[in-house]
């Protein structure tokens, strides 16, 4: 025997707990339903019975209510988040000290002092350099000549450009004993990044190696500069 599909209506009817719509449709199926219409008037003194309860009554034949589950699901809903709020702060601080790491790495590069003048005429390699992946290229002067010369090496990486310079300080210049300069690369939308600073003197010969952020595909020129920004040197990448 099929089961009616509201046998389990007549409850929520004669309490009054359905919604508009459904206690509508349940009125509609009465009528034409006796099995529900029974079972409709065996329950309809309900509400009329439950009526003439006294609440002080029922705590007496009713087992105690259970403490509220809100209170605890409140607090450890907030216990979860100050735990989260934790790891997420700890997240920051360890992305945030590799970040400066690498800006450390990638940033200040190092300079070499050789010990003799080196070889401008020798080809990559040469005079025991190390050979990188694209031929050496010479700075170009940005105005008149100045007392600097420079030849760079690009090597690109899959986290940036290592960076190879030789440059050379005259000996005759007028900028005093020892000068400071930095190494400057130029990327996209004008972002600029500093590879590394160095002091030299008037003679002084040296190789620096450093790196940038910026790959091969962003990297649009390198700037040699005097330590106030005044561009003396520039390489265009192509």
Request: one cysteine or more; hydrophobic letters at 40%; charged letters at 20%.
């Amino acid at each position: 025997m099929t089961r009616c599909e509201f046998a389990y209506d007549d409850g929520a009817y004669v309490l009054g707990a359905l919604a508009p719509a459904e206690r509508a449709a349940y009125e509609r199926h009465l009528g034409g339903c006796a099995s529900c219409r029974e079972a409709v008037a065996e329950i309809a003194v309900l509400p009329g019975l439950l009526g003439r309860l006294d609440p002080a009554g029922l705590e007496q034949i009713l087992p105690p209510p259970a403490p509220p589950r809100v209170p605890a699901l409140l607090d450890e809903a907030r216990q979860r988040r100050r735990r989260e709020r934790a790891a997420d702060r700890r997240r920051y601080v360890l992305t945030t000290l590799a970040a400066a790491g690498l800006a450390l790495l990638v940033g200040v590069g190092t300079a070499v002092a050789l010990p003799r003048p080196v070889d401008r005429s020798g080809p990559p390699g040469a005079q025991g350099n190390p050979a990188p992946q694209v031929s050496m290229v010479a700075m170009r002067p940005v105005a008149a000549a100045g007392p600097v010369h420079a030849d760079l090496w690009l090597t690109g990486t899959k986290w940036g450009t290592e960076v190879t310079m030789r440059c050379g300080y005259d000996a005759r210049t007028s900028y005093g004993k020892a000068y400071p300069f930095r190494l400057v690369a130029r990327g996209p939308n004008g972002a600029t990044e500093q590879i590394g600073s160095w002091l030299a003197a008037p003679g002084d010969d040296l190789r620096f190696t450093g790196a940038t952020r910026f790959t091969d595909a962003e990297l649009v020129s390198v700037e040699l500069q005097k330590a106030d920004g005044t561009p003396l040197l520039t390489y265009a990448v192509p």
